[in-house]
């Protein structure tokens, strides 16, 4: 069994491989509010370490630069001031040498400090593992949305190989409705969105077996989908108006082909493949262009251990119906850590599953991604369900 040391040097390496293919000048681009620069994830993710275990827990810490305490914090309003969020691109310094040296500080600190862990603190190092997981992510996509507005088209990995996808046809997957369990049981990491688990009514439903594919959703691109205000809500058409949207986020038009940005640069468009990049707009638009809607998370979450139940995760992460909400009885953690999830539950869409950027072994079935409607620089796609 890997014990939480080696997990940690792990986690911490894969976020070095892949700052490790930018350049620095790569690592300081911020190309919109939403994303941030993979200097200042690199960093974020070390700050949490230093600020939630290594300042209140290890004794005789030293601390690296006070600066980086407001530089690095991200939304922990308990913790203080920080640097805005839309102007992080601004941060030239520190340079990126200076932060692998804080990384390095943290790390030689955090071996002495998991060399004689305290047993309370073992859930808060996983907490932040997963945290740096969910920034190694979105270095990925956050540089990709960068990369993708560039006449180059660089890549972030050309070697970069795009996951395997099912071949077979799609296909509704009939579900009985009844009580079905919700949330995280037992044992094991979780978030506290996943909780308390719980029980909830579903009638009779059906989903698709599979991802909703390019090709499928090239037939409503070229029906005039984006010219339909029948299709969409009227937020999602004041963003089709705003935006000028008319293909998924990362689809580009060469000479009457179609390709697509990725981790691997630009490259012809597969229409087999899981359609991504798009709103939750869009994908709603789309099922009811389709004669389907978005399944609900919970149907989501009830359906995902069918046997014919295929691309769970490792493709997009998927659209759900659900608004971004607590379960029942859900009480945010007391101090900054209640920080994390809880008061996010307002304004946003519930997503499942996991996507080809999301680290190996980071998701699960009862996992809880949300953004708002209307973003789609990640990795976001659909499946579709429908009344039985």
């Not at 941060?91 to 943290?106: D, K, M, N, W």
């Not at 070697?159 to 046809?169: C, I, T």
């Not at 009779?204 to 909703?212: G, H, T």
């Amino acid at each position: 069994m890997t014990s939480l040391a080696d997990r940690y040097a792990s986690v911490r390496a894969f976020t070095e491989a892949l700052a490790g293919k930018l350049t620095a000048e790569d690592q300081c681009v911020q190309s919109m509010p939403d994303a941030s620069p993979a200097k200042w994830h690199r960093a974020h993710v070390t700050w949490f370490f230093e600020e939630f275990l290594l300042r209140p827990a290890l004794p005789g810490y030293r601390v690296f630069d006070e600066d980086f305490r407001f530089l690095f914090n991200s939304y922990y309003e308990a913790v203080g001031a920080r640097h805005p969020r839309p102007i992080r691109g601004l941060l030239t310094r520190p340079g990126g040498e200076r932060v692998g040296e804080f990384r390095a500080h943290v790390d030689a600190a955090m071996a002495r400090l998991l060399g004689d862990l305290p047993e309370e603190l073992a859930d808060l190092v996983e907490l932040g593992l997963n945290h740096e997981q969910q920034h190694q992510e979105l270095l990925v996509t956050d540089i990709l949305d960068a990369f993708s507005k560039s006449s180059l088209y660089p890549a972030l990995d050309p070697d970069w190989v795009e996951p395997a996808y099912d071949p077979g046809p799609s296909r509704f997957l009939r579900c009985p409705g009844g009580i079905a369990g919700i949330g995280h049981y037992g044992e094991g990491f979780c978030f506290d969105n996943e909780t308390p688990a719980h029980e909830t009514l579903l009638p009779d439903f059906e989903i698709a077996n599979r991802l909703v594919r390019n090709r499928e959703f090239l037939a409503f691109v070229d029906d005039g989908g984006y010219r339909a205000p029948a299709h969409w809500m009227s937020d999602g058409w004041a963003e089709v108006q705003a935006n000028g949207w008319s293909c998924p986020g990362m689809w580009r038009a060469f000479d009457g082909a179609w390709s697509q940005m990725g981790p691997g640069g630009l490259a012809p468009l597969d229409l087999d493949a899981p359609v991504r990049h798009i709103s939750w707009y869009e994908a709603d638009a789309f099922a009811r262009w389709a004669g389907a809607r978005l399944p609900t998370e919970f149907e989501w979450e009830a359906a995902s251990d069918h046997p014919e139940f295929r691309e769970r995760e490792g493709h997009v992460w998927q659209w759900t119906e659900s608004a971004y909400r607590p379960y029942p009885g859900f009480r945010a953690a007391p101090g900054a850590v209640g920080e994390y999830n809880g008061k996010f539950m307002i304004n946003q869409m519930v997503l499942r599953g996991g996507s080809l950027a999301t680290p190996p072994g980071h998701t699960r079935p009862t996992y809880r991604n949300f953004f708002h409607p209307g973003k789609r620089w990640q990795f976001t796609g659909l499946r579709l369900a429908r009344d039985a």
